[in-house]
């Protein structure tokens, strides 16, 4: 854990709970806009995109709760959290008795975050960056993505990689809260979910998040 990133966190975040799993503590920015520039500020030169750590995005509430409430579906599994952000998702499946909760996220300081809302939850989640898109993911009984649906290109690629790691035996979980991108088909409906938004984040205050399960080819 990188301590300058997490001093950085600390400083800029106060622990609270998503709405849609408060069970779970979470290091939370409560000024948005402040953040988004403090963080282009303080960490200049280093690339590190936009503070999406700090937030706990409706799509990976969405998954979190559904870890929570079917955690017969997780116990002993190894779960992977792609693109995880704060690491919620992962930290609902290493609270449901996960064998080993993953997460994997491009953001330095969404790893050293991640590691801190798991310890903050006395669960362990480990870092498992993932940095070959063309080849599947085997270390993973479960693979959870949510609300990365954002760009076209970006859906496309991640599509593709989910169906490749399909392919060799990965269940794959897709919480998606109405973006461009997402998949219209393809996907079974496990859960539908209405999750508190702030209208600084989104542009509704309330999100539907249904999260579903890969079963064909997108």
């Not at 449901?96 to 993953?102: D, I, S, V």
């Not at 996220?105 to 903050?120: G, K, R």
């Not at 539908?192 to 205050?205: A, F, I, M, W």
Request: contains cysteine; hydrophobic residues 45%.
């Amino acid at each position: 854990m990188n301590p300058e990133m997490a001093e950085f966190i600390k400083a800029q975040t106060v622990i609270a709970s998503a709405s849609l799993a408060p069970e779970i503590k979470l290091h939370l920015a409560t000024e948005i806009t402040p953040l988004w520039q403090l963080t282009e500020e303080r960490l200049k030169g280093g690339d590190l995109p936009p503070p999406f750590w700090a937030f706990a995005w409706p799509g990976g509430q969405g998954l979190a709760r559904y870890a929570l409430d079917h955690a017969d579906e997780f116990k002993g599994r190894r779960v992977l959290d792609f693109a995880a952000g704060c690491g919620i998702a992962a930290i609902a499946a290493a609270q449901a008795g996960a064998a080993r909760a993953l997460a994997d996220d491009i953001d330095l300081l969404a790893q050293t975050s991640i590691l801190m809302n798991a310890a903050e939850n006395n669960v362990k989640v480990e870092i498992q960056r993932i940095l070959d898109m063309d080849r599947p993911f085997t270390g993973a009984d479960i693979i959870m993505v949510g609300d990365v649906c954002y760009q076209q290109a970006m859906s496309i690629v991640i599509m593709r990689w989910l169906n490749l790691c399909r392919g060799k035996g990965a269940r794959i979980l897709i919480a998606d809260p109405g973006r461009a991108y997402a998949p219209k088909e393809g996907l079974t409906e496990l859960a539908r979910y209405d999750v508190p938004t702030s209208k600084e984040l989104e542009d509704k205050e309330i999100r539907t998040v249904i999260v579903g399960e890969l079963t064909g080819c997108l």
